[in-house]
């Protein structure tokens, strides 16, 4: 008898545990967020963490998802792809992750792919822009355009908003950097926007650009188109001006898009025109956006970005699907493949967000930022 009341109890107590460990809040709701939280990309990452802790807060002030609280577990992948690679088989081995925010280069998006789509778990990117991306594989989407679609948008902007007829690229050797080059030179070619020099770098590797600038001012061209990031761009801008006194023009994609590269390019970085997903303080910006922007700027002492917000609608767009479907990863996927028009969309900071068959967005426009006494603002110069 004395062994029965034993196990009774101990089973008694056993089950107590459990249930107290439930009730002392254990239980959640896990989301994974990755990007370059460091490296020479950091800076993205530091804006994509940042707005998952505000959605964070913000959701779990107002009493969690669910009656769960919500937890953004913060995975670093450097801007690396096999830094990617690894991360992704951590968070999809991890049962109690239910979507990933993520990846934010397209280098990396690529490499966690195969993964994700192996296992089953949805990757969401609020930055990856190559062609290839969503491209064949069912777990796989983002909220802002292709690079076929900015490569094709900058060609034509530097042709007849900018009324150049005659363009030098340098451009980073990686998915992004080269996916985005191809397209705009092949849009080039059809509008007679002519190429007169091409220069190719690596990312973190590549410290001196005299030699691909000396290149590129011996061909004369009346204005300069850089595809990559915002590090590189920076000291592009400055060799060429600083030293090289190459005065022209200069343009990039949203690679460039980033704070860093005024801090960084300095006087130099003056008059750059990128095109961009989303723009702030712009005449219709709305209420939301504003708020987002005060209590972005509480709450972390800085002003938001671009990739905030995109970063912000995309964790907002991942739990409104688990507020409807539950906490089932493939319901996950599933309600978000549903989202097909701007009707069953999800609107969001930066517009409605919805996806055709692949998993790209359909329908968000480009816009152009230029950096104007060292500060971005709207391009007063547009594509008509």
Not at 283 to 311: K, N, R, Y
């Amino acid at each position: 008898m004395r062994l029965f009341t034993k196990l009774v109890v101990g089973l008694f107590l056993c089950v107590s545990m459990i249930g107290c460990g439930d009730a002392g809040g254990k239980e959640e709701i896990v989301i994974g967020v990755v990007g370059p939280i460091t490296g020479s990309a950091a800076a993205f990452g530091e804006m994509i963490s940042k707005a998952a802790a505000l959605k964070e807060k913000e959701i779990n002030d107002a009493g969690g998802l669910n009656g769960k609280t919500v937890r953004f577990q913060i995975e670093d992948d450097k801007g690396l792809a096999a830094e990617a690679t690894s991360v992704s088989r951590k968070l999809s081995s991890d049962d109690a992750i239910l979507a990933v925010v993520g990846h934010f280069n397209s280098d990396c998006s690529l490499a966690g792919k195969q993964e994700y789509n192996r296992v089953g778990l949805v990757e969401f990117s609020p930055g990856s822009t190559n062609v290839d991306v969503c491209q064949g594989g069912d777990w796989t989407f983002r909220n802002l355009y292709r690079d076929d679609q900015q490569g094709t948008f900058l060609a034509r902007f530097a042709k007849e908003a900018l009324g150049l007829n005659k363009v030098a690229i340098i451009f980073e050797s990686d998915n992004y950097g080269t996916g985005l080059k191809e397209a705009f030179e092949a849009e080039a070619g059809r509008i007679g926007l002519e190429i007169v020099a091409q220069e190719t770098y690596q990312r973190g590797r590549t410290q001196d650009f005299t030699p691909h600038l000396t290149n590129v001012k011996q061909a004369k061209p009346e204005g300069v188109f850089i595809s990559g990031l915002f590090n590189e761009a920076a000291l592009i801008v400055k060799t060429a001006k600083n030293d090289l006194g190459l005065d022209v023009p200069f343009f990039g994609g949203d690679g460039l898009d980033s704070p860093d590269l005024i801090s960084t390019g300095g006087e130099a970085a003056n008059g750059i025109y990128i095109t961009s997903p989303f723009i702030f303080g712009t005449s219709s910006q709305t209420a939301e956006v504003t708020s987002f922007a005060e209590a972005f700027e509480a709450m972390h002492g800085t002003e938001p970005d671009t990739w905030a917000a995109l970063t912000y609608d995309a964790c907002g767009q991942i739990l409104a699907a688990i507020e409807k479907v539950g906490e089932d990863r493939k319901k996950i996927r599933d309600h978000l493949a549903s989202q097909t028009t701007p009707e069953s969309g999800f609107t969001g900071l930066t517009g409605i967000t919805y996806f055709d068959e692949n998993g790209d967005c359909v329908g968000k426009p480009i816009h152009v930022k230029q950096v104007i006494d060292g500060k971005f603002g709207v391009s007063p110069k547009q594509l008509n």
